[in-house]
């Protein structure tokens, strides 16, 4: 357990080989806010490395997540449009997402623009399923999401990518990294522009439904992004790291108030970590996250949201015994809302005191942290979480958790003029999961069922015209995840099924909460021969409703994605992949497309 105090430059170099089938051996951060392998955590976790994300030929984030065990998906037409991520069926503004340990995402919305952030600047993605309020605070309904960019370290090393593809899509990346034994640094910056397709099929008022107008033209996108990542650790032990992000779009989009945005997303961080003693390590960060937006209608500005989010957070892990861990910290955010929308209210704070105890001992592994935040707005709030792991065999262990969680109202659910109400109360849920995994000679393999109970979840009540605290939730689900070497192939599948009712006691009890599929399907199968690397991956979803009263079906679907890599010479490759093969037609969320059929080439040179 001593071990996890390590600097944080460790922390950051895992190694995931298969889509999906986490390295166990690898080292996360995430579930604990320690550093421990994923073969150690208690936790339900998937890490995407960044092998991973050229292997997959990935364009956008939304390619990296979708599949993903527990991740249901939705988008509103293509690349660049606003884009939900529900989190073992929670709703979408459940999900605590963190950029570099810096909490990211819309103040207003409550949401973050994943369609947005650059693919070829990510590191590696942790994705830890199950409450996580009790270290994070607000949001961690459903889980976290962390995303890491590029780091460096080592030998100069430049990195380059061009691509093109179907619907006018070209994209190029070019960056370096380097730094030495003690020191790390990358530089970079990419770039992506598509013409795009019909985002909407919507029907205009009166009878209105989707993006409310009828607009059968093609909604391109465009964003233009860098990252700057560096930070040494000094003779005495002590340690810098400084991040910086920033992302601009454009996009165009159906709509009947606004039907084209300029976006920026922007990241500031920094971290100092030292040890006062070999048993206690302290690390400090500090961070800045925006969230900007102007909004035309035919070009003609409408609107302009600006959201600022200030985070401090200072942690102590203290190994005091042997396998015992020791983690008491606090954290303060401050949210800010400025624009041309008047808000009632437009900014306020947060302040979290947390703790968290690991042990080991023998063939059993414990966990429990313990969290009081004292917002502004709502008061203190309680939350808490008990795991345990008990190993049953060599290579097979059991778990079983608790976790308690909660989640503020968002500025627009609270003060939006018309919509908006602020008697509203934060949600809040309990979680009870058990797992069984085991690494056999042949690969390894994991099973987790779940139950979550949601209180006070906020939905909009047609009755009033705004959202109020009408509904509880009551989400089972069950995850398995199965990763194999099968002769020369590397075969991985992951299978969810979710049952997320709606336990409101009005008119929709008993329903299917909205936009989630109940069952969903990943298979990735890959192998090299040769110069050639081959591969193929099946994505299936079974049917999902689009409303609360589940009136509006949408239809299951399937898609088979192959691609090919061929190494040209040493560090350079050329890359192809066909999205949806067989051209299906479907939808994530009603009235919006999906991509057809489409072809991409990328030109990669990565040392």
């Known amino acids: 357990m001593i071990e996890r105090c390590l600097p944080a430059a460790a922390l950051l170099l895992s190694a995931s080989p298969a889509a999906f089938a986490t390295d166990l051996n690898s080292i996360i951060v995430t579930a604990t806010r320690t550093a421990q392998t994923a073969d150690e955590t208690l936790s339900s976790l998937t890490v995407i490395t960044r092998k991973e994300i050229e292997r997959q030929q990935a364009q956008s984030v939304q390619d990296l997540l979708r599949g993903a065990p527990g991740v249901t998906m939705t988008n509103n037409g293509g690349p660049g449009k606003a884009t939900a991520v529900f989190l073992r069926g929670t709703e979408s503004d459940h999900v605590l997402v963190l950029l570099d340990g810096v909490t990211i995402g819309s103040a207003t919305l409550g949401t973050t623009a994943f369609q947005d952030i650059p693919v070829e600047q990510i590191e590696r993605i942790e994705i830890v399923r199950g409450p996580r309020s009790s270290l994070y605070g607000s949001e961690a309904i459903g889980g976290v999401i962390q995303i890491f960019t590029r780091k460096g370290g080592g030998e100069l090393k430049p990195f380059f990518s061009i691509g093109a593809g179907s619907y006018q899509t070209y994209n190029a990346s070019a960056g370096v990294s380097g730094g030495g034994d003690r020191g790390w640094f990358s530089v970079s910056a990419s770039g992506i522009d598509t013409e795009g397709f019909n985002a909407c099929n919507g029907k205009p008022s ?99 949201f600006d959201t600022e989010r200030d985070t401090l957070s200072l942690q102590n892990d203290i190994a005091i015994a042997a396998d015992h861990l020791l983690t008491v910290g606090a954290d303060y955010q401050d949210d800010r809302v400025d624009g041309t929308t008047a808000y009632a209210v437009t900014s306020r704070n947060n302040t979290g005191l947390f703790t968290q105890y690991q042990r080991r001992f023998g063939v059993h592994d414990v966990q429990l942290s313990l969290r009081r935040d004292d917002n502004e707005q709502f008061g203190n709030r309680n939350t808490g979480g008990a795991a345990w792991g008990y190993a049953l065999r060599e290579g097979m262990r059991l778990t079983a958790s608790y976790g308690s969680a909660f989640k503020a109202p968002t500025f627009n659910e609270l003060y939006f003029p018309g919509f908006g109400s602020a008697n509203l109360r934060p949600e809040q849920s309990d979680s009870f999961e058990l797992g069984l995994s085991g690494k056999p000679s042949w690969g390894r393999w994991s099973l987790n069922v779940y139950e979550t109970r949601i209180d006070d979840l906020i939905a909009f009540d047609a009755s009033t015209s705004a959202p109020a605290n009408i509904d509880q939730a009551r989400i089972r689900g069950l995850e398995a995840v199965l990763g194999a070497r099968l002769g020369n192939w590397d075969l991985n599948t992951n299978i969810t099924l979710l049952d997320p009712k709606n336990r409101s006691g009005g008119a929709s009890d008993g329903n299917v909460l909205p936009r989630r599929a109940r069952r969903s399907l990943r298979v990735d199968a890959d192998r090299h021969v040769g110069h050639y690397r081959l591969g193929v991956t099946l994505l299936a979803a079974g049917n999902r409703y689009d409303d609360l009263a589940n009136t509006r079906e ?16 040493k560090d350079w490759r050329v890359q192809a992949r066909v999205e949806n093969l067989f051209d299906k037609d479907y939808e994530t969320a009603a009235f919006f497309n999906q991509p057809g059929r489409s072809l991409y080439v990328t030109l990669r040179y990565q040392p």
Do not use: H
Request: glycine content about 14%; some cysteine.
């Open 554 to 569: 949408l239809g299951g679907y399937a898609t088979i994605d192959p691609r090919v890599e061929y190494t040209l010479a």
């Open 206 to 304: 009166p009878g209105g439904a989707g993006c409310f107008t009828t607009a059968p033209d093609k909604d391109g996108y465009r964003s233009l992004s860098g990252s700057l990542r560096a930070g040494y650790r000094f003779d005495n032990g002590i340690e810098t790291d400084f991040r910086a992000l920033r992302a601009n779009g454009k996009n165009e989009f159906d709509g009947s108030f606004v039907n084209e945005s300029e976006s920026a997303q922007q990241v500031l961080g920094g971290t100092l970590r030292f040890s006062p003693s070999a048993l206690w390590y302290v690390s400090l960060t500090a961070g800045r996250s925006r969230d900007e937006s102007d909004n035309f209608m035919d070009g003609t500005f409408k609107s302009r």
